[in-house]
Structures are given as C-alpha cells and as structure tokens.
C-alpha cells in the first residue's frame, strides 16, 4: 500500500506526456491544412515518395536547310513492373524465362536486365540496367512489333509486362551517305559527374552527348526533364504516382553542313582510297574537308574508317564497343580534326611568306637541284626532279624541295645555328604560328587538337621529356623489331637523341621547311591556311552550328565567328594563288584534274607527299575553287595513299566536280 503513491505520480506523468504528443499532433494537422502550395510540395518529398526524372524530347541535328541528319524515332521496348517482381514468390524468374522464351531470347540476358547496375548481386555491366529503380525496367530494348504481339495477345500470363516505345536516336541519311558520323557524334548514359554538372537537365539513366555536334551542343539539345513523383513502399517498389510535370523538349540544332555535299565528299573519299588499294596502296585511313568561305562554315567533313551510327540507337555489347574504340583504325576518331600529322609539301604554301620575311626577292630565280648538303647530310629532292634555275612561281608549281631547302639554311644560320635559343624573330616559325598553325581552329566540335610547329624551345623541352628513355634505348636497342635495318636506324637515332636530342639543327629547319620532321597539323587547319590565301589573308573562321530552333519554331541565330587578318607579306600571297591554279593545270595535281571542266570551274591547289617511316607515303591536296571568286575550300589526306598528286588531288576533283554542279543549281 506504501507503493500506491508512486504508482499513481508515475501514471500521471505518463497521461501528460501523452496529451502533450496529442497536442503537437492536433497542431501539425491544423498547419497542413492551412498550408500553401510550396509546403505541399515538401509534403510530396516525405520519406515513402521518391522523384524520377521524365526525359525530354531531344532536339534534332539539321543541315542548313533543314534536311535531318540526327533525328528522332519511336523504338519498341518491353518493360516488366518491378512490384510485379518483388510481389512473386520466386522474385519473377518464371515471369521472366516466359518473357524470353516468347521473344527468343536467352533468359540470362533478361534475368540480367531486372538487377540495378552497383547494386549487390548485380549483373555487370552493359548487362545489368543503369537507370532508375522506380520505372519498370527494359528487359528487352528495340523489339520488333510482331514479336511483341505474343506478349500483347495472352496478357495474363505476362502481369506487369507491357509493350511500350522510347524515343530513340536516327540518323536517315546514313542508308545514303552523308550522316557524317564523326561530327554529328552519339549518345550514351551519363555518368555521375556529368549528372552532377548538369543543374538538374540530366538524371541518372539519361542519354547525353558524348562526342561530335552532340556532345558540343548537348545542354541545348537536351531539354530539360520532367518530374514524376512516386510512392514507395518499404522494399523501395513504386505503388502510386503522387504527381507529374511535363518535360521541356530540347532545340533543334541547324548546322552548316550541306547532306547533298556532305554525301559527295564521303563518296568520293571511299572512292578514292578504293582506287588507290587498287593500285597497291594501304590507304588505311583518310578525312575530307569542304569550308565556306563566304561564312566561314563546314559544309561536309567525312573521315574513314566509318561506322554507322546507328549503331548507338539500341543496346551496344561490349564486343562492339570494343570494335568500334580499340585498335589503330578506330572509327570514332575525326581524322579531318582530330589527328595531327605532317603536311608535306602543302606547307610550302606558309614557307614562301615566311621566306620573303627573311628577305627573300621573289623577282630572283633559284636553282631546282636533285640534291642539297648540309654538312654531312644530303637533302634530297622528293617530289621532283632537278629543273635548274626556275623562278619562284615554278618552284611551287613542280614543288621543288631543294629551293625550299636554301632559304631554311639561311634561316637557321641567321638565328645563330646551333647555338640560337630562342625562336623569336624566326620567319619561317613565326609566319607558320600567324597563320595560326600550332593552335585549335576554335572549331565547335570537341576532340580537335593543336598540332605541333616545332622550334628551339619546343625541341628542349621534348629531349628534356624523353631523354631518359632515349638513352635506355641507345643502351638495349630494340630487341623486339625482327627488322634489322629499322631496329638498327632506330637505335641510332637514339643515341643522337640521349647525346644531343635538345639541339635544333639545320636539317630541323630544312625538315619544317616542306612540312616534315616534326611539324603536325590537322586538316581542318590546312583547310584554314588555304582559306586565308584565297581571301588575302581574311582567315576564315571553321563553325558548324548556324541556329537553335524551338518545337514552335522560334529561331536563334547562333553568333558566326568573325574572320580574322593575316599578314601575308606583299607579293607573295598573288604569287602563291597564280602558282597554285597552275599546279591544277600543269604542275602536280594537272593528272588527276585531266578530265574536269576547269574553265566552268577553276581551281587552285596544292598536292603533298608525307614521308612516314615503316610506312607508305601520305597523300595531301589542299585547294579552292573557283580562282576567280573563292568560294569553297577543299582539303583532302588519305595516309597511306602514296602522292598527293595520285590519291588525294583525284578525291579533290570528284568533290570540286559536284560543287561546281551544286553551285550551277
């Protein structure tokens, strides 16, 4: 009885506790009520809902005239509902070896698909499903619609199973030519950083751009996603859906690019390295280059190999994945962009300003020799013969190397030779760098790279980069090459290089002279230079997008870059044009242009032979047309082609060819 007392304090303070919590209650219920639309919306954020993202209608990829390259269709796609799979005994496996077995399809593969990507237990990927866990998971992707039919026309046996399309990425032009695979680019799932970066236009799962037009453009292209808010039950399986906003579909881009031309240049760059396999030659790779030169944008840009890109409208195994990133042909590399080589004799056009800055008289005739010494080294002249004393005018048209080869002397002795430092004041080097060799055009393609104008400080740097291996290898040689002769130059050059690789030689300047050695640039630059010359030095700037159109068809101009000036020293920029329309007539590219209409449509160009060790000559022709009014610029390398005058000028003129006729209407 003595206890009763306590008892009853400790079952009072208990009532109180529980009349207070009842008061809280009362007055959160009363809050909610008198709540507004914001406070509903946190409500909807309670722990059982979740938000998934509804992806938008992605812009399309247009020509200039509106002709679709990239576009968008309607894939069919069979979802199963993962409540369906977390409510079966047996986790939906019956379920799923049913699906596959009405679609042909290996259960495996299916059963693969339900697991969430990093979840535990999951398949690995590609298998495994990367996207959200509160949609019904695609199983299969890219069904056919009369497969589908055996799931549509029995429905009980196939619960939470449904047949659904997706928007998907098509690309018409391709069945014909002229989809311009490489700078259109392609799609694939975004990853966590690009999620991250995205300010909530990307969710997990999505599709984003990953190279080409697609990738550059992708935050206009993209649109910005819907929201789906969903209840879930405590095994996270989607019950209900709470509310829905509708997506914003993305831009339509229209681009410079021209599907007729475009179609023509990816023709006859197939065309032509067929030819030249033909005759023996690896031609194992290759890019073709049209710019405009009244706006300065890519009307066609086709590079080899090539793939279709269709290929990233569905499902991509990882055996293809693999065909289409590995090994030395890849097909995703831009070769008009996005590989740096030598030009060849194409940079003759750059050396002859850069000579008349060293105070070369363009009036004076030059000898054309075979051969010129430096030293105790012999240059040889590659893609001609001797002609004797020949003016400037001919020493381009006949691409004499040896007259080159004199002014580089020269140069490099009035630098101070072996012992110069310091590339400023250089001629040679500092025209090729206003020409704006050695930089990205600016180009609004991702994956363009710099090239390379080599100099005094370059070369120090590299020795200073690579010396150590240098002089491993001067030490062992190169066990691994069964070629004697190669792995004997090799080693040799290697112990020049540990000795005295940081020194820049005459034959250093010889080599940059003709757009050898060391000297990289890409085709779109070349393009570029050419553009320059054509136009007085008014450097045209490379572009491809020209306007962003909305679904109801509001347009905006995308800004054009504006042209820029050269200084191309007087007299050798008329010299230079006059020289390369008789190259096309009479000089090393006058074969391959036999048959064209030159007076309809004249041209004037330039043909390049890059020498390559262990390998076949590259083929260069870098061009304009037509000379009376420049228009277009055509450049052309095929590596492994042999001349430029066999292989890449022949590409040019089928290309000229269809412009001419494109431009008659």
Same mark, same amino acid.
């Given at each position: 009885?003595?206890?009763?007392?306590? $008892?009853?304090?400790?079952?009072?303070?208990?009532?109180?506790?529980?009349?207070?919590?009842?008061?809280?209650?009362?007055?959160?219920?009363?809050?909610?009520? !008198?709540?507004?639309?914001?406070?509903?919306?946190?409500?909807?954020?309670?722990?059982?809902?979740?938000?998934?993202?509804?992806?938008?209608? #992605?812009? %399309?990829?247009?020509? %200039?005239?509106?002709?679709? &390259?990239?576009?968008?269709?309607?894939?069919?796609?069979?979802?199963?509902?993962?409540?369906?799979?977390?409510?079966?005994?047996?986790?939906?496996?019956?379920?799923?070896?049913?699906?596959?077995?009405?679609?042909?399809?290996?259960?495996?593969?299916?059963?693969?698909?339900?697991?969430?990507?990093?979840?535990?237990?999951?398949?690995?990927?590609?298998?495994?499903?990367?996207?959200?866990?509160?949609?019904?998971?695609?199983?299969?992707?890219?069904?056919?619609?009369?497969?589908?039919?055996?799931?549509?026309?029995?429905?009980?046996?196939?619960?939470?199973?449904?047949? /659904?399309?997706?928007?998907? #990425?098509?690309?018409?032009?391709?069945?014909?030519?002229?989809?311009?695979?490489?700078?259109?680019?392609?799609?694939?799932?975004?990853?966590?950083?690009?999620?991250?970066?995205?300010?909530?236009?990307?969710?997990?799962?999505?599709?984003?751009?990953?190279?080409?037009?697609?990738?550059?453009?992708?935050?206009?292209?993209?649109?910005?996603?819907?929201?789906?808010?969903?209840?879930?039950?405590?095994?996270?399986?989607?019950?209900?859906?709470?509310?829905?906003?509708?997506?914003?579909?993305?831009?339509?881009? /229209?681009?410079?690019?021209?599907?007729?031309?475009?179609?023509?240049?990816?023709?006859?760059?197939?065309?032509?390295?067929?030819?030249?396999?033909?005759?023996?030659?690896? !031609?194992?790779?290759?890019?073709?280059?049209?710019?405009?030169?009244?706006?300065?944008?890519?009307?066609?840009?086709?590079?080899?190999?090539?793939?279709?890109?269709? /290929?990233?409208?569905?499902?991509?195994?990882?055996?293809?994945?693999?065909?289409?990133?590995?090994?030395?042909?890849?097909?995703?590399?831009?070769?008009? $962009?996005?590989?740096?080589?030598?030009?060849?004799?194409? +940079?003759?056009?750059?050396?002859?300003?850069?000579?008349?800055?060293?105070?070369?008289?363009?009036?004076?005739? /030059?000898?054309?020799?075979?051969?010129?010494?430096?030293?105790?080294?012999?240059?040889?002249? +590659?893609?001609?013969?001797?002609?004797?004393?020949?003016?400037?005018?001919?020493?381009?048209?006949?691409?004499?190397?040896?007259? +080159?080869?004199?002014?580089?002397?020269?140069?490099?002795?009035?630098?101070?030779?072996?012992?110069?430092?310091?590339?400023?004041?250089?001629?040679? &080097?500092?025209?090729?760098?206003?020409?704006?060799?050695?930089?990205?055009?600016?180009?609004?393609?991702?994956?363009?790279?710099?090239?390379?104008?080599?100099?005094?400080?370059?070369?120090?740097?590299?020795?200073?980069?690579?010396?150590?291996? !240098?002089?491993?290898?001067?030490?062992?040689?190169?066990?691994?090459?069964?070629?004697?002769?190669?792995?004997?130059?090799?080693?040799?050059?290697?112990?020049?290089?540990?000795?005295?690789?940081?020194?820049?030689?005459?034959?250093?300047?010889?080599?940059?002279?003709?757009?050898?050695?060391?000297?990289?640039?890409?085709?779109?630059?070349?393009?570029?230079?050419?553009?320059?010359?054509?136009?007085?030095?008014?450097?045209?700037?490379?572009?491809?997008?020209?306007?962003?159109?909305?679904?109801?068809?509001?347009?905006?101009?995308?800004?054009?870059?504006?042209?820029?000036?050269?200084?191309?020293?007087?007299?050798?920029?008329?010299?230079? #044009?006059?020289?390369?329309?008789?190259?096309?007539?009479?000089?090393?590219?006058?074969?391959?242009?036999?048959?064209?209409?030159?007076?309809?449509?004249?041209?004037?160009?330039?043909?390049?032979?890059?020498?390559?060790?262990?390998?076949?000559?590259?083929?260069? +022709?870098?061009?304009?047309?037509?000379?009376?009014?420049?228009?277009?610029?055509? !450049?052309?390398?095929?590596?492994?082609?042999?001349?430029?005058?066999?292989?890449?000028?022949?590409?040019?003129?089928? &290309?000229?060819?269809?412009?001419?006729?494109?431009?008659?209407?």
């Amino acid at each position: 009885m003595r206890r009763a007392p306590h $008892l009853q304090v400790r079952m009072l303070g208990l009532l109180t506790v529980l009349a207070l919590l009842a008061a809280l209650l009362v007055g959160r219920l009363g809050q909610l009520q !008198a709540s507004g639309p914001d406070e509903a919306a946190g409500a909807a954020a309670a722990p059982d809902t979740r938000t998934v993202a509804v992806p938008a209608l #992605r812009g %399309r990829i247009l020509d %200039r005239d509106g002709v679709p &390259i990239a576009d968008n269709d309607r894939r069919t796609d069979v979802t199963i509902d993962r409540r369906v799979l977390a409510d079966s005994d047996d986790g939906g496996r019956a379920l799923v070896r049913r699906v596959a077995e009405a679609l042909d399809r290996p259960v495996d593969e299916l059963w693969a698909r339900t697991t969430l990507c990093g979840a535990p237990g999951a398949a690995d990927p590609p298998r495994c499903w990367p996207g959200s866990a509160y949609v019904p998971v695609p199983v299969v992707e890219g069904v056919a619609k009369t497969e589908a039919l055996a799931l549509t026309e029995t429905p009980e046996r196939y619960p939470g199973v449904q047949v /659904v399309t997706s928007p998907v #990425r098509s690309y018409p032009r391709i069945a014909g030519g002229g989809g311009a695979p490489q700078t259109i680019g392609y799609l694939t799932r975004a990853d966590a950083e690009t999620v991250a970066e995205s300010d909530g236009t990307l969710a997990e799962g999505d599709l984003a751009g990953a190279a080409g037009l697609e990738q550059h453009y992708d935050e206009e292209l993209r649109g910005r996603p819907g929201q789906r808010v969903v209840r879930v039950d405590g095994r996270g399986v989607v019950v209900e859906e709470v509310s829905r906003t509708a997506a914003q579909p993305g831009r339509d881009l /229209v681009t410079t690019l021209d599907v007729g031309v475009q179609r023509a240049a990816e023709r006859a760059l197939a065309d032509g390295m067929a030819d030249a396999q033909d005759r023996d030659r690896p !031609a194992t790779s290759g890019g073709a280059v049209v710019l405009d030169l009244a706006e300065g944008g890519v009307v066609a840009s086709a590079s080899r190999p090539t793939y279709d890109p269709a /290929v990233w409208s569905g499902p991509v195994t990882q055996e293809r994945y693999e065909q289409l990133t590995s090994g030395g042909d890849n097909p995703l590399v831009d070769r008009v $962009l996005g590989v740096a080589q030598p030009p060849a004799s194409t +940079f003759k056009a750059v050396t002859l300003p850069g000579a008349v800055r060293a105070g070369v008289d363009l009036e004076r005739p /030059v000898p054309c020799t075979a051969s010129y010494r430096i030293g105790d080294r012999e240059f040889r002249n +590659f893609e001609s013969r001797a002609y004797g004393t020949i003016s400037w005018h001919q020493a381009l048209v006949v691409s004499c190397d040896t007259v +080159f080869y004199r002014v580089a002397e020269q140069v490099w002795r009035d630098q101070g030779g072996i012992d110069a430092e310091s590339d400023h004041g250089d001629p040679l &080097i500092e025209t090729a760098r206003s020409f704006g060799l050695g930089e990205a055009t600016g180009v609004d393609l991702p994956g363009e790279v710099d090239g390379r104008i080599p100099g005094r400080e370059w070369k120090r740097e590299y020795w200073e980069q690579t010396k150590d291996e !240098a002089c491993a290898r001067a030490e062992d040689g190169y066990p691994g090459i069964d070629d004697e002769s190669r792995a004997d130059y090799l080693t040799r050059l290697a112990e020049e290089t540990c000795r005295r690789g940081y020194r820049y030689q005459p034959g250093d300047e010889v080599n940059l002279s003709i757009g050898q050695g060391d000297v990289t640039t890409t085709l779109l630059q070349m393009a570029q230079v050419y553009g320059t010359i054509a136009r007085a030095g008014s450097e045209p700037q490379p572009h491809l997008g020209d306007a962003l159109v909305t679904v109801d068809g509001q347009q905006e101009e995308l800004p054009a870059p504006e042209p820029e000036q050269v200084d191309i020293p007087e007299g050798s920029g008329a010299l230079i #044009r006059d020289a390369l329309a008789d190259v096309v007539t009479e000089g090393t590219a006058a074969s391959a242009f036999a048959d064209a209409d030159l007076p309809a449509w004249s041209v004037a160009g330039k043909t390049g032979t890059a020498e390559v060790f262990g390998e076949e000559d590259t083929s260069w +022709f870098v061009s304009w047309g037509p000379t009376s009014d420049p228009r277009y610029v055509v !450049a052309v390398v095929v590596d492994e082609g042999g001349t430029g005058g066999s292989t890449a000028a022949g590409i040019a003129a089928d &290309i000229h060819e269809h412009l001419a006729a494109h431009e008659r209407g």
